[in-house]
C-alpha cells in the first residue's frame, strides 16, 4: 500500500497522510480531495511513501485525483517550502495562500477564456470623436494596447463607452490569441539615449548572467523607469520572461503604459486586486506556460509561476505595501531575493528612498549599490525650507509664510500640492465647556468627524455614528472639530483662493471607479490648481505643472515611539516633494515644524534623503535594531482582556532562551480595535536562524495550547509595524 502526504489548508504545523489507492495517478503538487474530520477538502499532494506512524485502522483513502499535470511545480514547492519556514507560516496555509482562488477551491486550471478589447483597423486610424470618454478609450487602446474588460473598468470606463465604440466597429472584443513572442523579433517604441549614469548602471546589469541584486538609488524623476526598460530589452530578445513588481497599479496606470508603449508586440500581463477570480487564473495560466513576456503586478505576483523568468524588478522597494499584514504576512521583496537567487537571475530594486535594511544590504556588498543622482530632464534640484510653526498664527493649518508662498505660485499659473496624512475633516470632536473627547465604542482611538457625510466614521473598526448635538457629558452644544484632516484643509483652501480650483486626492475622494484617473485627467490640463491629499499622491505620479509643494504633519513623525517613524517620514517628505518641479523649474518644498532645528530634519533638506538614512542606519546599529537585529512579533487578541495576556504570558519561557530576548506581553499601540483586547510578545534575536529555530519551537508549543482555541494570534516575522 502506498501512502500520500498531502497539505491541508489549515492552521497547523503538520501535513497528512492517507492511502493511496493502487488506481490512482499522483505526482508531487497536484491537488486531491480528501476527507477531513467529515469535510470533504482539497489537499496538494507532497510525497509518496511507503510508511507511516498513523494506526491503519486510522488512514483513510484519498478520494479523488483532481488534475494530471501539477498546479505547484518543484521549483515552486521548494519556493514555497521556504516561505512557510522563513515566516513560520503553516505549509498548507502557505501553498493555498499562493494558488489563485479558482484552484484553491478545486476548480479547472484552464475553464476560463478571457476577452480583451482591442483596436479594430478602423480604430487604429484615431478618427476624432465628440464624446470625450470614447475618445479617451482610443487614446488608451492605441496608447496601451489590448487589455482586459475589467481593466479598462478599473481605469475608469463605463460599459456604456464600451458599447458605444463596438457600436462604431471601432473596437472589438476577442478572445486573446496566444502568441509566439519568444520567437519573434523584438520590436521597439521610441526609446531616450540614455545619459552616462544610467548607460553605466544598463551595462552593470547587462552583464550579469545569473543571480544578483542591485540596488538603484535614485531620485524622483531621474530615469529608474528607463533603466528598468533598457534592462529589460535584454531579458525578452532572449525569450525569457519578467516580473515587474509595483506598490499598487490603479494608482499609476501611466507606468503601465510605458511598459506598454515600449514592447508594443509583446504579451504584457496585470496583476492586482482588481481582477476577478478568472482573470487571475487566467494570468496564471500565462505566466506557467510561458505565454506573457511580462506581468506587472503587485505583491501576490511574487508567486506567479513562471515558466523561464528571466529578471525580477521591484518599483518603489521601500514601499510598505510589499508587506502583507495578515495570514501568511510576507514581504514581496524579501521574497524576490530569494527567487531570483533560486532561480539564478538579476535583481532589480529602485527606490529614491531605499528602505534601512535594503541600504544596510548594499553598504555591506551583498547587493551592488548603483546611484542616478541627477534628474533626467531638468538640472533643477528641489529647494527645501523649513517653516518655524512655533509661536505662528495658524489659519486653516497654514502659517502667513505657506498661504503667501501659495498665492505667489498660483498666480504664477503653477500647482500646489498640498500633503496631509489624515483623511476626514477632524480627527476627532471636542467639548468647548467640559473637555470631552468623542471616542468609538469599539477602539480605544477617536472616531474621525467626516464633514461631507456629516458622520463620525472609526478608520480602524469602520464604525458609524451621528454627530452628536450635545455634548454627552455635560449637555453644552459648544462641540468642536479638533485637529486637521484633508477635508478641512480642501474647505479652507476652495474659500481662501475663491477662483482657484482645489482638486483633493485620498481615499474618501477616490472611492468610486474612475475617479482618481479623471482626477488626474483635470490636474494634466494644467494652470493654477490645488492639489490636497494624503500618500496616494506622493505614489509615483508625474504632474507637470506642480512647482509648491507644503507639508504639514512633519512633527508627529518625529516624535513616535515606532522605530520605523523617522525612516517613514522621511520617505513619505522626499517623495512628496518629488512631486514638485519635475519639468523646467525647481520646486520648492515647504515643511511646516514646531522643531525646525531638530537635527534629523536638517540632515534630510540640506543633505537629502541619502544621508538621513545613512545616519539613522547608525542610530539602529546603536540601538541594535533591525537590520542590526531580528525581530519577530507574537500578537494576540481577544474580547477578554485576561485570555490574552494568560496566553502570551504562557508563551514567555521561565529560563531564558539562548540569543533570544523577550519583551512582554505589552499593549498594541491601539490596545483596542472593534471590541479586542490586542496584545504582543516582541521577541529580538541576532541571529536569524536562532531567532527561526525559537520560533518554530514556540508555533508547536502554540499549536499544542489549549488556550491558543480561544485567542486569534499570529506571528508576524520582520514586521513593518507593532
Ligand atoms: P524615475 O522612474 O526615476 O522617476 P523616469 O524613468 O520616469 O524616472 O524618468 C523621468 C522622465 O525623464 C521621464 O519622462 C522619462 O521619459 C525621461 N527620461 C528618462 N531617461 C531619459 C534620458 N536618458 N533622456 C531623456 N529623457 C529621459
Ligand atoms: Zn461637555
Ligand atoms: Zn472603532
Known amino acids: 500500500m502506498l501512502i500520500l502526504e498531502v497539505a491541508l489548508k489549515l492552521p497547523l504545523h503538520r501535513t497528512f497522510d492517507y492511502l493511496l489507492p493502487a488506481t490512482m495517478h499522483v505526482v508531487t503538487g497536484v491537488r486531491v480531495t480528501v476527507n477531513f474530520s467529515n469535510r470533504r477538502c482539497t489537499a496538494i499532494a507532497l510525497n509518496i511513501k511507503k510508511r507511516t506512524d498513523v494506526p491503519q485502522e486510522k ?89 482586459k474588460l475589467s481593466e479598462l473598468k478599473a481605469l475608469g470606463f463605463a460599459s456604456q463607452t464600451i458599447k458605444a465604440l463596438e457600436a462604431k466597429a471601432l473596437i472589438i472584443q476577442s478572445i486573446e490569441h496566444d502568441s509566439d513572442w519568444a520567437q519573434n523579433e523584438l520590436h521597439l517604441g521610441d526609446k531616450p539615449r540614455l545619459n552616462d549614469q544610467q548607460a553605466t548602471i544598463c551595462s552593470a546589469i547587462n552583464v550579469q548572467v545569473g543571480y544578483r541584486t542591485f540596488l538603484i538609488e535614485g531620485v524622483t524623476g531621474s530615469g529608474k523607469t528607463e533603466v528598468y526598460l533598457q534592462s529589460l530589452e535584454n531579458i525578452l530578445k532572449a525569450g525569457k520572461q519578467a516580473l515587474v513588481l509595483v506598490p499598487e497599479i490603479g494608482l499609476t496606470p501611466q507606468t503601465v503604459n510605458r511598459f506598454k508603449k515600449r514592447f508594443t508586440d509583446l504579451p504584457i500581463d496585470l496583476w492586482h486586486s482588481n481582477l476577478t477570480d478568472n482573470e487571475r487564473l487566467h494570468t496564471w495560466r500565462r505566466a506557467e506556460k510561458g505565454l506573457s513576456a511580462l506581468v506587472i503586478g503587485t505583491r501576490s505576483a511574487i508567486f506567479l509561476p513562471f515558466k523561464s523568468l528571466g529578471m525580477i524588478i521591484v ?12 495570514g501568511l504576512r510576507y514581504h514581496a521583496r524579501d521574497l524576490a531575493a530569494f527567487r531570483a537567487h533560486q532561480i539564478n537571475c538579476p535583481l532589480l530594486l529602485g527606490t529614491a528612498t531605499p528602505a534601512l535594511e535594503t541600504l544596510h544590504k548594499a553598504i555591506n556588498n551583498k547587493y551592488q549599490l548603483v546611484t542616478l543622482s541627477k534628474r533626467a530632464q531638468t538640472q533643477h534640484d528641489n529647494q527645501f525650507h523649513l517653516v518655524d510653526m512655533k509661536g505662528q498664527p495658524e489659519q486653516g493649518g497654514f502659517s502667513p509664510m505657506s498661504l503667501h508662498w501659495i498665492e505667489k505660485t498660483l498666480n504664477r499659473a503653477k500647482q500646489v500640492v ?34 461631507n457625510m456629516n458622520r463620525l466614521v472609526c478608520h480602524h473598526c469602520g464604525e458609524q455614528d451621528f454627530v452628536p448635538r450635545q455634548c454627552p457629558d455635560c449637555g453644552s452644544t459648544q462641540i468642536m472639530p479638533t485637529g486637521l484632516g484633508t477635508e478641512q484643509l480642501e474647505s479652507f483652501l476652495t474659500e481662501r483662493f475663491a477662483d482657484i480650483p482645489v482638486t483633493r486626492i485620498d481615499r474618501d475622494s477616490t472611492r468610486r471607479k474612475g475617479s482618481l484617473e479623471s482626477a488626474l485627467e483635470d490636474i494634466n490640463q494644467g494652470g493654477a490648481r490645488i492639489l490636497v491629499g494624503t500618500q496616494m499622491l506622493a505614489k509615483g ?100 482582556i485576561n485570555t490574552v495576556l494568560q496566553f502570551l504570558s504562557d508563551l514567555v519561557p521561565a529560563t531564558p532562551y539562548p540569543g533570544i530576548q523577550l519583551l512582554g506581553p505589552i499593549p498594541a499601540p491601539l490596545e483596542r480595535i472593534a471590541g479586542k483586547f490586542r496584545y504582543q510578545l516582541h521577541i529580538h534575536a541576532q541571529q536569524r536562524t536562532v531567532l527561526r529555530n525559537y520560533l518554530s519551537q514556540l508555533a508547536r508549543y502554540i499549536s499544542t495550547h489549549e488556550s491558543a482555541n480561544r485567542v486569534r494570534w499570529s506571528i508576524d516575522v520582520d514586521p513593518m509595524d507593532s
Not at 78 to 85: G, I, K, P, T
Not at 101 to 118: E, M, N, S
Not at 585 to 598: I, N, R
Open 59 to 147: 488512514l483513510k483513502q484519498v478520494i479523488a485525483v483532481l488534475d494530471e499535470q501539477p498546479v505547484l511545480n518543484q521549483a515552486q514547492l521548494h519556493f514555497l517550502h521556504f516561505v512557510s519556514q522563513y515566516y513560520c507560516h503553516p505549509i498548507g496555509d502557505t501553498l493555498f495562500t499562493a494558488l489563485p482562488a479558482v484552484l484553491r477551491d478545486g476548480g479547472h486550471p484552464d475553464k476560463t477564456q478571457i476577452p480583451v478589447v482591442r483596436l479594430t483597423e478602423k480604430g487604429q486610424t484615431l478618427p476624432t470623436l465628440r464624446a470625450k470618454k470614447q475618445q479617451a478609450l482610443l487614446f488608451q487602446l492605441y496608447e496601451g494596447g489590448a487589455i
Open 315 to 326: 518599483d518603489e522597494e521601500h514601499d510598505n505595501s510589499f508587506k502583507q499584514q495578515e
Open 418 to 451: 498640498v500633503f496631509l496624512n489624515r483623511r476626514g475633516f477632524a480627527p476627532t470632536l471636542m467639548c468647548h465647556e467640559c473637555g470631552w473627547l468623542n471616542t468609538c465604542k469599539h477602539c480605544s482611538t477617536s472616531a474621525t468627524y467626516h464633514k
Open 541 to 640: 505620479h508625474h504632474f507637470a505643472d506642480v512647482s509648491l509643494v507644503v507639508i504639514l504633519d512633519v512633527d508627529s513623525g518625529l516624535y513616535s515611539c515606532d522605530f520605523r517613524a523617522t525612516e517613514q517620514m522621511a520617505q513619505l517628505i522626499t517623495q512628496v516633494a518629488g512631486r514638485a518641479g519635475r519639468a523646467g523649474e525647481a520646486g520648492t518644498v515647504l515643511l511646516q515644524t514646531h522643531f525646525p532645528e531638530h537635527p534629523l530634519l536638517q540632515d534630510l533638506i540640506n543633505n537629502g534623503y541619502g544621508d538621513f538614512a545613512r545616519y539613522a542606519l547608525k542610530e539602529r546599529e546603536e540601538a541594535m535594531l533591525p537590520p542590526f537585529a531580528h525581530l519577530a512579533i507574537i500578537r494576540a487578541e481577544a474580547t477578554n
